[in-house]
């Protein structure tokens, strides 16, 4: 059913406020091939859609093909073009997050020839998004609150940190560098930087063309995540982020010592 | 084939990379690559360092590998008509539109997948060459049994990096230089977000830069397993870092390939390159995760060495005399050591100055002033001079 919301479960108490709900499809981190998530699932506990969010491996592959062979899945979101191969037979709904690179029309439209839907990107602007919208061949999963990936890494950045100053290590930071915030978050497979701010397109029903619109409440607790999703989020932090400020990348000889 | 890839940022670097032992250069266009602030080449520069390059049988990659956004396809067309007709070997894209533009064009040109795409999987592999592409840029943390197994499955041409800057992030995905400071890391502004520091309200600051790669202890066994090419970061990087780089590789290739390597030899390679880059190295990803020891945990005061002596610019087999351009302050009395692509390194003590008026001095201490060395061993045009710090034994 298109316009749904596809929201991504952060919290296990939301699962039974959801189960009844037919505007929503939840999507599982799918545990052991996601990066940024607090709580990830089994396959065997996922009923819906599923999420596979990190870059593979050729033996990651395997596995991942070994464990969809008993899935009672929906459909997937997957970041690897590795995990089309794997799932191009499977009678499910196949949805590219391409985590920032699918950034134009021209692009999603060839990978929209292998999937049948891209989540766009969180780092264009508003009028980027109504072009793209409106110019790709297949509707579109539309972002609308979610912790923004800024960057992953391999790295288990804050086991290094901790076994560097024999600290005692904890999974979750918040750091800052001058009044721009981040949280981070690692797995045993790596680590991610968000900021603190979530990114909220609040003008997000103008706009037609849309598969599912999609919500990621990483870190939200329950009466949180049930209120942004009633379109709620006066009383948390967010941000319009790249919505309404386009980036720049030629750096004038002034520009140089930020 | 067994390449040894060097970068080039600007023009002076192409004739040192070429004459220093690279096999192929890669460079950025003044558009469309992700070194927006490097000088970087507009066609007729291009042009001419390819005809350079050709006349020497190496080869130029052309980086076309920003993440597009619609407004920035207009002239990408022109632009890859262009380098066809220039005769680039390989444009290096990781965005699907110019992959598919590259092949619609019928360029004549290869095209490398770009590490932003982050390739790790013989599957993904498969999907690049099934559009055309003939050589996949792994992404930097390709560990040795993911090489194997991409080699076996796909055939592909594999490179990878082996020195120089490491992102802490996977390629392509990061934004923190969006996020902090607007400029766009996948279209050629990064800001090098992951080089500074994290305020911890509850503890010491969080670091997060990775110590350089430097692949020196593994390059035998990449060789083994099929690298076919091998690749040094540093498109921003001066004349004497690319020569010294470059220099090091190429020997530590052939003496690879001829089995002449040596343990002393593998140890004043690193010492060499550790020394040039003022930074520490280390393999990072092939043979195991990289853990604290392979990352920095304070702010570095990056000192600027001053090895770098003087670029020769000629020498006199009557005189014994080599002309020199100076680039840092010398004097008589130093341990200098001379290198170049067809001069083995020698060290030498300085006796002899001259200025150009061949007066005798005793210190060089004007930047790029031009002087006389008494020097009895023969050195050639762009040979370079630099501080003794350390011989092979």
């Known amino acids: 059913m298109e316009g749904q919301k596809l929201v991504c479960i952060t919290n296990k108490e939301i699962i039974n406020d959801l189960r009844d709900r037919k505007d929503i499809i939840k999507l599982y981190p799918l545990k052991s091939f996601c990066v940024g998530y607090e709580l990830e699932f089994t396959i065997d506990e996922i009923d819906d859609f599923v999420l596979v969010n990190r870059i593979l491996t050729n033996q990651d592959l395997k596995n991942l093909q070994m464990i969809l062979t008993r899935a009672k899945i929906k459909g997937i979101v997957f970041d690897d073009l590795g995990v089309l191969e794997v799932v191009k037979d499977l009678k499910i709904t196949k ?164 | 084939m067994i390449e040894l890839l060097a970068p080039v940022g600007r023009k002076e670097n192409v004739y040192f990379a070429l004459h220093y032992g690279a096999d192929a250069i890669y460079l950025g266009g003044q558009d469309f690559s992700l070194r927006a602030n490097a000088q970087n080449f507009s066609l007729p520069e291009i042009k001419e360092t390819v005809i350079l390059a050709h006349e020497l049988g190496k080869k130029v990659y052309v980086a076309v590998n920003i993440v597009f956004h619609d407004e920035d396809f207009l002239h990408l067309k022109e632009y890859l008509r262009s380098l ?14 110019v992959v598919k533009l590259a092949q619609e064009l019928a360029c004549k040109f290869a095209v490398h997948l770009s590490t932003q795409a982050s390739t790790l999987n013989s599957n993904a592999v498969k999907f690049w060459q099934k559009l055309g592409v003939k050589r996949v840029v792994l992404a930097r943390e390709a560990q040795r049994e993911d090489i194997i197994a991409i080699k076996k499955d796909t055939g592909i041409e594999v490179e990878c990096f082996i020195h120089g800057a490491m992102c802490t992030s996977f390629s392509g995905k990061c934004i923190l230089s969006n996020y902090m400071t607007n400029r766009d890391s996948n279209r050629g502004g990064c800001a090098q977000i992951c080089r500074w520091n994290f305020t911890n ?126 680039r840092n302050y010398f004097k008589v009395g130093d341990e200098v050591q001379f290198f170049g692509p067809n001069t083995e390194t020698f060290s030498v003590k300085i006796t002899e100055i001259y200025d150009e008026d061949k007066n005798k001095i005793t210190v060089a201490r004007h930047p790029q002033m031009k002087c006389y060395l008494k020097l009895d061993q023969r050195v050639q045009k762009y040979d370079m001079m630099r501080l003794k710090i350390f011989s092979l034994k």
């Open chain 1, 95 to 258: 949805i590219l997050m391409l985590n920032h690179l699918g950034n134009n029309v021209i692009s999603l439209n060839y990978y929209l020839e292998y999937v049948d839907s891209v989540i766009i990107s969180t780092d264009i602007t508003e009028e980027e998004i109504a072009y793209i919208l409106n110019n790709c061949h297949k509707k579109l999963v539309l972002p609308v609150f979610t912790l923004v990936s800024l960057m992953y890494s391999r790295r288990q950045l804050l086991t290094n940190y901790a076994n560097h100053y024999h600290l005692a290590k904890n999974n979750k930071m918040r750091v800052n560098i001058k009044e721009k915030y981040f949280q981070i978050y690692e797995n045993d497979y790596g680590t991610v930087f968000y900021p603190q701010k979530y990114y909220c397109f609040e003008n997000y029903q103008s706009y037609p063309h849309v598969l599912y619109y999609f919500y990621n409440p990483i870190f939200l607790k329950r009466e949180e995540i049930l209120k942004v999703l009633a379109d709620d989020w006066q009383d948390l932090p967010t941000t319009s982020f790249l919505l309404k400020q386009k980036t720049i990348y030629k750096i004038k000889d002034g520009d140089l010592n930020d």
């Open chain 2, 201 to 326: 309200p509850d503890g010491p600051d969080l670091t997060i830069t990775p110590k350089d790669l430097n692949m020196v202890p593994f390059i035998a066994d990449m060789i083994d397993i099929g690298v076919n090419s091998f690749k040094i970061e540093g498109r921003m990087r001066s004349i004497y870092y690319v020569a010294t780089v470059i220099l090091v590789y190429r020997r530590l290739i052939d003496q690879i390939l001829n089995h002449t390597l040596t343990t002393d030899a593998c140890t004043y390679y690193l010492n060499v390159l550790n020394r040039c880059a003022n930074r520490d190295s280390a393999p990072q990803f092939y043979d195991k995760l990289p853990t604290e020891k392979e990352q920095y945990f304070i702010t570095r005061e990056e000192v600027t060495n001053k090895d770098f002596l003087g670029l020769v610019l000629d020498y006199d087999e009557k005189t014994k005399l080599v002309y020199l351009e100076q």
């Open chain 2, 84 to 97: 066809d007709e220039i005769g680039v070997d390989a444009i290096i894209a990781s965005d699907i539109a």
